[in-house]
């Protein structure tokens, strides 16, 4: 082989051994070993530090559980139980009325709603009879007061005349509205001079007089009437022959009679002579009796100077009305024990004497004296 030829094929081995690619770990060089081993270190490393950083994280973000005594961000308190009745609830939330748990020794009740009229009220006091609220399908009203006199009893029960219970300011209650027995229909107890018969208890009651008469009761004539205290008066009734007047025929103003020589004026019944001017017929002793509720109220009763007697029975049956005594005769007015029966009468008393008997106190008069009469209050006497 000529020098040129080995010249040739020494260029031509060199240029084929640089290209080819060093095989790892395989008599290849140094630098080529060392760039694979630094790429394998750095992957683990990556990896070791990733595991640890992982690890690290689960121990440290783990939020705390409600319940185990701590306090923790987001809870109002923790008392470690699950005790809804005490000042935490389970929930960690402090306890409140309308949370839907009773607190013990703090609430009554707590129904969870806003609702008065069932058993529990907002402020989780338990519903009651007097608190102002009407609880549903319990009460029929609720006024929050202890007035018994109002439409609302203590009991919470509406006050109704009729029903048959008594309540509030009623006197009875029978249930019906039969005005003879012993409660009327407004529930007032029955009493003489409220206009109605009480059947077994009274024997007439102003102008009813159940049916008597003199004749009934074995007199041959004569007027009846009721007195005072609902008892059958047989006074004009006449005994035996009636009594013929010494003093002439009896005045028609003498409207229960003459009997005895006495003008007798009667005013029965409610309102009869009210706000009328009722005068004696002159020369004739008289009586004018007023028995029944404002039968004689606001009137001008008249005496004449023979004086008279003036009897005043039932509850205002002569308030406000006027006596003018005669100048010569005594005069008398007698005011019966009923409510304010001679309430604000003016007595002018005569020129003799004038008496006021009063059976109860409740009755203010002006007495007015005329020269030298007397003018005074017996019994209980008169303000």
Request: one cysteine or more.
């Amino acid at each position: 082989m000529t020098r040129l030829a080995r010249v040739l094929l020494g260029v031509s081995t060199l240029f084929a051994t640089s290209c080819i690619e060093p095989t790892p770990g395989f008599g290849g060089s140094e630098g080529g070993s060392t760039v694979a081993t630094t790429e394998t270190s750095t992957t683990s490393a990556t990896a070791t530090a990733t595991s640890t950083s992982a690890q690290t994280t689960s121990t440290t973000d783990v939020p705390a559980t409600c319940g185990d005594g701590k306090l923790d961000p987001g809870e109002a308190c923790d008392d470690g139980n699950a005790d809804d009745t005490d000042a935490c609830l389970s929930t960690c939330q402090q306890a409140s009325c309308g949370d839907g748990f009773v607190q013990s020794g703090v609430e009554e009740c707590d129904d969870g709603n806003s609702e008065d009229t069932d058993a529990c009220l907002s402020n989780c006091a338990a519903a009651s009879c007097g608190d102002g609220v009407v609880q549903s399908g319990v009460e029929e009203c609720d006024d929050g007061n202890k007035n018994e006199d109002d439409a609302c009893s203590n009991e919470c029960k509406l006050v109704a005349c009729g029903n048959g219970v008594v309540e509030g300011a009623e006197e009875c209650d029978d249930g019906n509205a039969d005005n003879t027995d012993a409660c009327l229909d407004t529930c007032k107890a029955a009493s003489c001079g409220d206009g109605f018969l009480h059947v077994g208890q009274e024997e007439c009651e102003g102008d009813d007089l159940a049916g008597a008469k003199c004749s009934s009761l074995g007199f041959p004539a004569g007027t009846l009437t009721c007195d005072f205290d609902c008892g059958l008066n047989t006074s004009l009734c006449a005994c035996g022959n009636n009594p013929v007047p010494t003093l002439g025929d009896c005045p028609a103003a003498c409207t229960g009679g003459c009997a005895g020589d006495l003008c007798r004026i009667n005013c029965l019944g409610n309102n009869k002579c009210k706000n009328e001017s009722v005068t004696c017929p002159p020369g004739w002793p008289c009586e004018i009796t007023c028995d029944g509720i404002d039968a004689c109220a606001s009137a001008q009763l008249n005496c004449p100077e023979e004086g008279c007697t003036i009897k005043c029975g039932k509850s205002g049956s002569c308030q406000m009305a006027t006596v003018n005594c005669g100048s010569e005769g005594t005069c008398d007015l007698q005011c019966n024990s009923g409510n304010q029966v001679c309430q604000g009468v003016n007595f002018k008393c005569g020129r003799n004497s004038g008496t006021v008997t009063c059976a109860s106190s409740l009755n203010s008069l002006n007495l007015v004296p005329d020269g030298d009469s007397l003018c005074e209050c017996t019994q209980n006497g008169c303000l």
